[in-house]
């Protein structure tokens, strides 16, 4: 099929010639944005689902430092007999002392001995399938359990799930108004350089006025040209998204940290980021033919 030819010369127009670049840099910036928040998304979910069905039963250190050892280790044992026999739990097992000294590593050294420090006894309390921690009744069992372990504290991790889902909830909406921001941004962009090709291009479309051109034909070729820029900078601000997050993933990966959905997305995500160039040209076109449209209705 023939290449489409176009009456109007565009490749003249300054402001034509760098509009897929200017559009390659709002969609890599907003292509970023909808990046973070799926890896918000996904760090949430993974947060959440860590936390949903589980219990923290934390037992006070002894108050007295001669305490024998051997009083906090039957206090424990007592505890977990307890949460052994409650309706609900599937598994209760306290916090080693090797685990303990590998979550205080990277704090503390490696030369720190936990037993040298006033800590709290951890336990770890998994429910069983579909329970969460409002389905137990808490007051009975922080009451059993207080009897063999007074001072006795029970974490559900509800308030840290409240807490992250607001900050997270927070985070993507500051994504979502910097895409709307760039959207913008970037209509207004269109509509400009629109408007300088209609200036710059004025004695052509006067002279296809002359042979018989109705607006809608002069519309679609400025529609045509703001297609191909968007589409052309939407597929380089694309690209130079999907190298950033790549990028950024195998940085997080050589450090040892683990951020859910960084390297690679989910297929849903990165076929959204796909569609971005898609979106750009559509909505270039649409702005471009209506700002033309507009134009030469008041044009006499």
């Not at 770890?124 to 137990?136: F, H, K, N, P, T």
């Not at 750009?280 to 076109?285: D, F, K, V």
Request: overall charge neutral; aromatic content about 6%; hydrophobic content about 55%.
């Amino acid at each position: 099929m023939a290449k489409r030819k176009t009456d109007i010369p565009f490749n003249q127009d300054p402001a034509s010639r760098l509009m897929p670049w200017i559009v390659a840099v709002m969609v890599y910036i907003a292509g970023l944005a909808l990046a973070g928040a799926f890896v918000l998304s996904a760090f949430a979910d993974r947060w959440e689902a860590g936390l949903t069905g589980s219990l923290t039963i934390q037992i006070p250190p002894p108050s007295d430092e001669a305490l024998s050892p051997d009083v906090q280790t039957q206090k424990v044992e007592a505890a977990l007999n307890v949460l052994r026999g409650t309706k609900g739990v599937s598994s209760a097992k306290a916090l080693a002392t090797e685990e303990m000294r590998r979550l205080l590593e990277p704090w503390l050294g490696q030369n720190i001995d936990p037993r040298d420090l006033p800590l709290p006894s951890l336990i770890a309390v998994e429910l069983q399938g579909g329970l969460i921690a409002s389905d137990l009744d808490l007051r009975d069992l922080r009451r059993r359990l207080d009897a063999v372990a007074p001072g006795v504290l029970i974490d559900d991790h509800g308030q840290w799930q409240e807490r992250l889902v607001a900050f997270l909830g927070a985070l993507r909406l500051v994504s979502a108004v910097l895409v709307a921001i760039v959207t913008a941004a970037g209509l207004i962009m269109v509509i400009f350089a629109t408007r300088g090709g209609l200036l710059a291009h004025r004695q052509t479309i006067e002279l296809l006025h002359l042979f018989g051109a109705r607006d809608g034909y002069v519309a679609s070729q400025f529609a045509r040209e703001a297609m191909k820029a968007g589409l052309k900078g939407g597929l380089f601000g694309v690209f130079a998204t999907a190298l950033t997050v790549i990028g950024l993933g195998q940085g997080a990966a050589s450090t040892g940290a683990v951020l859910p959905g960084v390297a690679v997305l989910a297929p849903l995500d990165w076929a959204v980021l796909a569609l971005l160039p898609l979106a750009t040209a559509l909505i270039a076109m649409i702005a471009a033919r209506i700002t033309v449209m507009r134009a030469l209705a008041r044009m006499v």
